[in-house]
């Protein structure tokens, strides 16, 4: 595995926990999370598997927070937009930003039911709530682009617009589903 030379960067500035998650993401964007073992990040860390497990018991675990990393990072981005004017240039920067999320934590994204199930099974996974939240966060986007004259839409407009972002709301979501957020 090469990892880029601003990643090599960034990982001096980084404790061994953010060291691992960081390792273990390039990882599995690479080979995808079932072709990742814990030998396999501790021996690209350069350290011994009980040196990994001091931080991380499980594999599971670093799953847990590279989502948790995914939650966090959506969530700023969803709340920094209202602290913005209500454009259609502001809307599709936070749509661009959340798809640039996205493709930072792909390999935990992209055809993982079994990475999904895995999570189900911690207790913690809450997928349909946070596809609400994000959804009523959509829909008050919209309808502050339509308040500020950006968009023409009534409320079923809004509404119709809404559920026609749902399946996109879906995808981008993914890794905001931690403890009911």
């Not at 969530?75 to 930072?104: A, G, H």
């Amino acid at each position: 595995m090469f990892i880029n030379v601003s990643t090599l960067y960034y990982i001096f500035e980084m404790t061994t926990k953010e060291k691992i998650l960081e390792v273990t993401l390039e990882l599995i964007n690479q080979k995808g999370y079932h072709q990742v073992g814990v030998r396999e990040i501790a021996r690209h860390m350069q350290i011994s598997p009980g040196n990994l497990s001091y931080h991380f018991a499980r594999k599971e675990d670093i799953l847990i927070q590279l989502v948790e990393a995914l939650r966090q990072a959506n969530d700023l981005l969803y709340d920094e937009y209202p602290k913005k004017k209500p454009t259609i240039e502001n809307f599709l920067v936070l749509i661009t930003k959340v798809f640039q999320s996205q493709y930072r934590f792909r390999g935990i994204l992209l055809g993982n039911q079994i990475v999904r199930q895995e999570l189900e099974s911690t207790g913690s996974f809450h997928y349909p709530q946070t596809v609400n939240r994000r959804k009523d966060a959509l829909k008050v986007i919209f309808q502050e682009l339509a308040k500020n004259q950006q968009i023409k839409a009534d409320e079923s407009n809004i509404d119709l617009m809404v559920s026609f972002m749902s399946p996109l709301c879906k995808i981008l979501d993914y890794g905001s589903t931690f403890d009911g957020k």
